[in-house]
């Protein structure tokens, strides 16, 4: 049975299990829940605290876990990233008062206060910087009003509550992060492990495309066809009205609209846009 990590709660549970529904999978309805057996698809789901997912798939005691990339590169634990799933973005970056240095090279000999003690370690040491870094749970926004610190560290939203606190952000990004796939390093090839990759990428594609059917004249199907190029090829299927063909493609959801108004330019008609729920390419 496969054995996989969830977070048990913060920005990352809603969406990371909305996405497995998705995928087929079954999930908790007790958010008390801390174990759920999914005996139809061989599953065993662990609910965790997301900072720990990758200690226990780094360990090699779970086989797959969905954390964020931030906290994974954090706890340097014997896991890697094999699938990004384009939700929980965040950006991590320093922060201090208003005259701050403008770069990593201006924290030389300074006080950094953060949750993120070894992501912003491995941050100053690829940069050939010495700094004191000191770690703190929870926000660490009022480090430096307390004397704590001389800049923090954090991950940054709207970055209205840095402002409150008399804090702007500085620099180039530490990191930009999003919700992972791992699993251990080195772990060899799982049919179970890409089974499951394979219903996570079909989601994932659920998502970005939609379906899209249109009548067109035979004589503007290639024009038509550069519009909707489709993954490999759109498909044509002749109609009962002599001269007009179906064409069938997938496109980008975002672009749905724009490529609508401009096959109708070109002739086509009965255009249609549907959902796609799941796939495999």
């Known amino acids: 049975m496969l054995r996989i990590a969830l977070p048990n709660k913060g920005s990352l549970s809603g969406p990371a299990a909305e996405m497995l529904h998705e995928a087929g999978y079954r999930q908790r309805k007790d958010p008390k829940e801390l174990v759920l057996v999914d005996p139809e698809n061989q599953v065993e789901f662990f609910f965790l ?29 014997g896991a ?14 320093f922060a201090g008062p208003a005259g701050s240095p403008k770069d990593a090279q201006g924290l030389q000999g300074l006080r950094i206060a953060t949750s993120y003690t070894g992501l912003v370690e491995q941050h100053l040491a690829e940069h050939g910087v010495q700094a004191t870094v000191t770690k703190l749970d929870g926000a660490v926004e009022t480090a430096v ?12 939203e709207t970055g209205t509550s840095l402002r409150n606190a008399g804090l702007e952000v500085f620099g180039e990004p530490i990191l930009v992060s999003d919700a ?7 772990a060899g090839e799982d ?39 489709g993954l490999e090829s759109p498909t044509v299927s002749p109609l009962h ?20 108004d401009d096959l109708w330019a070109i002739g086509a008609r009965g255009v249609l846009v549907t959902n796609i729920h799941a796939c495999r390419l």
């Open 145 to 156: 009003q307390l004397g704590v610190a001389d800049v923090i560290a954090d991950v940054v």
């Open 241 to 260: 009205t002599e001269g007009w063909v179906a064409v069938r493609s997938m496109v980008l959801r975002k672009e749905a609209q724009r490529i609508m």
């Open 180 to 186: 992972v796939v791992i699993r251990p390093k080195g």
């Open 49 to 77: 605290r997301p900072r720990d997912i990758a200690v226990y798939v780094g360990s090699g005691r779970l086989d797959v876990g969905i954390t964020g990339r931030d906290l994974l590169l954090d706890s340097a634990a």
């Open 80 to 93: 890697e990233e094999v699938l990004a799933l384009g939700f929980g973005g965040s950006t991590f970056r």
């Open 191 to 229: 049919t179970r492990v890409e089974q499951f990759l394979r219903r996570l990428q079909g989601v994932l594609v659920a998502r970005r495309y939609v379906l899209m059917d249109y009548d067109i004249r035979a004589e503007k199907v290639t024009e038509a066809v550069a519009l909707t190029p």
